[in-house]
């Protein structure tokens, strides 16, 4: 079977509040249908019927403070409560204390011990390579992840090739910000039609939407609410192509942010669990409930553990 792994950053479940939610607000006809009607707010876990499950997780992991980026990724690839180990949580890039846990222990790490195929579906610019080798940026944990499992990010000639995806879906991006004025441009239902056919190409298969985090900090909710808009198009065009006897769509996030534009910080809010696909992918998820059991069930079903 196969997983594609849907990670929307400072994503949690919210309040039914349109005045601080950008998900009470956002036309999200097919997300909706695929909860009953429901937005994706935190009246509406849990949630099941014959293709989808929704469960409300739990980021804090006991630690006090706010859950923040490193830390969490790394929770979500590994398994391990890293924030308890460390005392502390981390972000938005991993230290070298997050680091070190991402060496051998990830699900990228188990997929490539194992012969299986993965890949982080993003496409990286030619400005993030090398702001990478000159010092100045560091990897945030997913690709550090995947690069430590002696995997390639994919660069902006796989993107024109179509062999991996823009970070905004779309890839309005690459012609408005990277300076590539001929990149190739798709509707939302059309990029998701992409992701689909994509992730049917590898084992486990991971995408990172980190703008859902940015619109939180923004505080933008016109802007929160197109980007969630877009995403509903995305999604749409995912399932059209990917059915149900491929394998499994795990949604989820690492700490909440989005649901609430009163403050621009991280917050406490649990985060969804998503799951589309045949009951017999979801139930080994049914007695999750923080954001350590979500790795371990992903190995579970890959065969890994």
């Known amino acids: 079977m196969k997983i594609l792994f849907l990670f929307l950053d400072g994503i949690g479940l919210g309040e039914d509040n349109p005045e601080i939610n950008p998900f009470t607000r956002a036309n999200m ?4 249908s695929l909860l009953g009607g429901k937005a994706l707010t935190k009246s509406a876990a849990p949630f099941e019927n014959e293709q989808v499950s929704l469960f409300s997780i739990e980021p804090n992991l006991g630690v006090k403070g706010l859950p923040q980026s490193a830390t969490g990724q790394a929770v979500l690839l590994t ?4 924030p308890a180990e460390l005392g502390y949580h981390y972000g938005p890039k991993p230290n070298p204390e997050v680091a070190r846990y991402l060496n051998g222990a990830t699900i990228f790490s188990k997929a490539a011990n194992a012969s299986k195929r993965t890949a982080l579906l993003n496409a990286y610019p ?5 702001g990478i080798d000159s010092g100045k940026r560091l990897y945030s944990s997913i690709p550090l992840a995947l690069t430590n499992a002696g995997i390639s990010l994919f660069t902006h000639e796989d993107y024109f090739a179509g062999r991996a995806l823009s970070a905004d879906f779309t890839g309005e991006g690459w012609r408005e910000f990277l300076g590539f004025p001929d990149a190739p441009v798709f509707e939302p239902e059309a990029a998701g039609v992409n992701l689909g056919r994509l992730a049917k190409e590898y084992d486990f298969s991971f995408f990172e939407y ?9 505080q933008d909710m016109d802007w929160a609410v197109r980007q969630l808009e877009t995403f509903d198009g995305v999604l749409k065009g995912l399932l059209a192509e990917w059915q149900d006897e491929d394998g499994l769509i795990l949604l989820t ?9 009163s403050t621009r910080r991280h917050t406490n809010a649990t985060v969804p669990l998503l799951l589309i696909g045949e009951a017999k992918y979801r ?12 790795a371990p069930a992903i190995n579970a ?3 890994f553990d």
């Not at 398994?79 to 890293?82: D, F, L, P």
């Not at 980190?210 to 923004?218: I, M, R």
Request: net charge negative; glycine share 8%; proline share 4%.
């Open 29 to 32: 006809p097919y997300l909706r």
């Open 79 to 82: 398994g391990i409560n890293i």
């Open 126 to 130: 030619p400005r993030y390579f090398d």
């Open 210 to 218: 980190w703008a859902s985090d940015y619109a939180g900090h923004k």
């Open 253 to 261: 996030s690492d700490h909440g942010n989005l649901e609430d534009l």
């Open 283 to 294: 139930e080994i998820f049914e007695k999750v409930t923080r954001l350590t059991d979500i």
């Open 301 to 303: 079903l890959l065969g």
